[in-house]
């Protein structure tokens, strides 16, 4: 039993104990999963592979809005109950609704894939600050086209069904969610870690470092990046589902293709964590997740402000992480050697 | 939509109409846009708090027409003013710490003030839309089959205006002249006296003061709301895209194309879905000169 076993054993036992001492914060722990699943498939773009997308986010609101269409559809008519929306007649019993939850999830994670494949090629040929400002305009542009689609109840949104009574046994709603996000979250961690591990992550980090020489190499970096994008469009679907049955409310710009919420706040934990390494977005997640639940509590009415200060703030003057700054001051810890015999002048870049 | 389309043949007021309509508010897209490509070309930075700098000049039009009661027309300088101080702060606080980073790190800096300006802008003001009443009427012509409003030519005018005075600023002035040379190679004006710094500090002041400008013109002839800014960035930046940068001519032609196509395309899929348009034209133009460049083996840069 090594080291890292260890660490895993009690972040794992730690997750699934989580909600049920502290049964008052479910959500937010759900949530918490949610934002490191956020940071790790975005560090996987923006870290690995140097991509900067700024609309990651566009998979997620697709699986969301997916999910509840194929839950709802597979009993009632969609238009006919967004039309209706508030009324009482949208309840599902507990087998329609975890049958709806499985096959809307499946549907989900398939169309977002494909989603990603067929638009991967085209954006992902974008470098840089193109790159950015294009995924950006492209996960806007979903959303604005989610609100003004009357079928799934345009700008005032969509309502899931809520959580069937019959179903309790399981923990009730928050509870049940908090552990499908919770799997989720380690499920990616770890087929992620296996990616970066294995040449196809090798491949990535060649194309972060120099496309035009990666390429000369042979390696197809066209299908490798829009490999890539679909890993990351796979988990990002699968949760947009639960996450909008958790809130019991889909708004197209608000909850589901929140671009400045979710949309930035993905590339800032990844940020804040260090980007390009497999903890940092999981340290950075959390940490950013903690801060803004303490704004929620004190700074109610000012939070979003105080958040757009904490991006500045974290851009500004902390841009390589805490991973990349743990990397400058104990470098031996992550098997760098230092020679100290040679000027260290500009090492930090 | 089909109809729509069909009106348009069938009615050719109707389409004349339309782009008379695009043209007048892509001027004033145009003017946002060449802020942009100024910060753009002489600084590397793309201003992604573009947008929220001009529904900001917007609501400092509506606020000083509401508390004073003067005719907003005379608020677009007084915005403008304003804003140049404003643009002078964020660039001190901010801006001067990410001027030499990489990109990546302004556009997340500049959507982080965005963010804090929105929200702002949300306390303030209140989420409603607003505009501001000018009591201007407009025109008629072919017995009203065609109006022509006139806020709309007032404020094409004062684009024009605005944009005969900033390019003779950049050509004659001193103040231009070093702008110029910054935009060309900083560190060989750095070198030859200029003192960058200030360059930047004044090149980021003077976008904000156009963007105060557009902002009160918007609220005149169209309307406001706090989020709505990402959609002026988004706008700003595909015209500078298609026009290059220091083109102030393509810069105004790409600007009355993009009112002009954006009326035309709300006209035809519906107004809900016009800043949907705004931004999925920009992604299929930057793929597509993107795809056009990748044939000789190069990329956007």
Redesign the interface.
């Known amino acids: 039993m090594n080291n890292s076993m260890i660490k895993y054993g009690l972040i794992g036992i730690a997750g699934i104990l989580a909600p049920i001492v502290f049964a008052n914060f479910q959500v937010q722990l759900g949530f918490l999963w949610l934002m490191i699943l956020f940071a790790l498939t975005w560090d996987t773009q923006g870290g690995q592979m140097g991509y ?1 997308s ?1 609309g990651n986010i566009l998979f997620f609101g697709l699986g969301m809005y997916v999910c509840a269409m194929v839950q709802v559809g597979l009993v009632y008519d969609v238009g006919v109950y967004t039309a209706a929306a508030g009324l009482d007649s949208g309840k599902l019993n507990g087998e329609q609704y975890l049958t709806g939850l499985a096959l809307g999830m499946g549907a989900a994670a398939v169309v977002g894939v494909a989603v990603a494949a067929l638009i991967g090629s ?2 992902l ?6 790159f ?3 995924t950006l ?2 996960g ?2 979903f959303g ?2 989610f ?2 689609w009357d079928y799934v109840g ?2 005032s949104g969509l309502a899931p069904p809520p959580f069937p009574d019959e179903l309790d046994f399981l923990g009730g709603r928050n509870l049940f969610f908090y552990y499908i996000f919770f799997a989720l979250a380690v499920i990616a961690f770890f087929t992620l870690k296996k990616i970066y591990a294995s040449r196809f992550g090798l491949a990535l980090n060649a194309i972060r470092d120099d496309e035009d020489k990666a390429e000369a190499m042979g390696l197809r970096t066209v299908r490798i990046k829009t490999i890539s994008w679909c890993v990351s469009a796979f988990f990002l679907a699968l949760a947009g589902g639960p996450l909008g049955m958790l809130v019991g409310f889909i708004d197209p710009r608000e909850t589901a293709f929140a671009g ?1 919420t979710f949309g ?1 706040w993905m ?2 934990m990844a ?1 804040l964590g260090g980007k390009g390494t497999i903890w940092g977005p999981v340290i950075g997640a959390a940490i950013f997740h903690v801060t803004q639940e303490f704004f929620w509590s004190f700074l109610l ?2 939070q ?2 105080a ?3 904490l ?2 703030v974290i ?2 003057f902390f ?1 390589r992480g805490i991973m990349g700054w743990l990397r400058d001051t104990w470098p031996d810890r992550f098997g760098e050697k230092v020679d100290e015999s040679v000027p260290q002048e500009g090492a930090a870049q | 939509m089909i109809d729509n389309f069909l009106l348009l043949f069938q009615a050719p007021t109707v389409a004349v109409q339309t782009l008379i309509d695009g043209i007048l508010i892509g001027a004033i897209l145009a003017l946002a846009a060449y802020g942009m490509a100024l910060v753009w070309g002489v600084m590397n930075i ?1 201003n992604i708090v573009q947008g929220e700098l001009v529904i900001l000049g917007g609501y400092i039009t509506l606020t000083l027409a509401n508390m004073t009661g003067i005719h907003p027309l005379w608020t677009v300088p007084i915005a403008a003013v304003v804003m140049y101080f404003i643009g002078y702060g964020i660039y001190k606080i ?1 801006i001067h ?2 001027v030499d ?1 990489d ?3 302004s ?3 500049t ?10 802008m ?2 303030v003001f209140g989420a409603d839309i607003q505009s501001a009443d000018t009591g201007f009427d407009s025109w008629g012509y072919l017995d009203d089959a065609i109006t022509l409003s006139q806020i709309h030519v007032i404020s094409l005018v004062i684009v024009i205006v605005l944009a005969t005075f900033l390019v003779l600023y950049l050509k004659r002035s001193k103040m231009g002249r070093a702008i110029r040379a910054t935009a060309q190679d900083a560190r060989a004006a750095r070198i030859m006296g200029v003192d960058t710094d200030h360059v930047y500090a004044t090149t980021y002041a003077l976008n904000a003061a156009i963007c105060g400008a557009a902002g009160s013109l918007v609220v005149m002839t169209w309307i406001i709301h706090p989020f709505l800014g ?1 959609a002026y960035t ?1 706008r700003s ?1 595909l015209i500078v ?1 298609v026009a290059g940068l220091g083109n102030m001519v393509g810069v105004i032609i790409a600007g009355l194309g993009l009112g002009a196509a954006e009326q035309y395309a709300s006209f035809l899929i ?1 107004i ?2 016009r ?2 348009f705004v ?2 034209l ?2 299929v133009i ?2 597509w000169r ?2 056009l460049l ?1 044939k000789e083996r190069r ?3």
């Open positions: 900067n700024f085209g954006i040929g974008l470098r840089g600050h193109y950015a400002i294009g305009g492209l806007i542009a604005e086209i609100a003004g345009a700008g400045v930035i590339v800032l940020i009415g000012w979003r402000v958040m757009g200060v991006i500045v851009v500004v841009p | 793309i901010v710490r990410v980073e990109m990546f790190i556009i997340l800096a959507f982080g003030i965005s963010i804090i300006l929105q929200q702002l949300d306390q990402l988004v930046f895209i519906g809900e879905f800043v949907a931004f999925l920009m992604v930057l793929i993107n795809i990748s990329y956007l840069k």
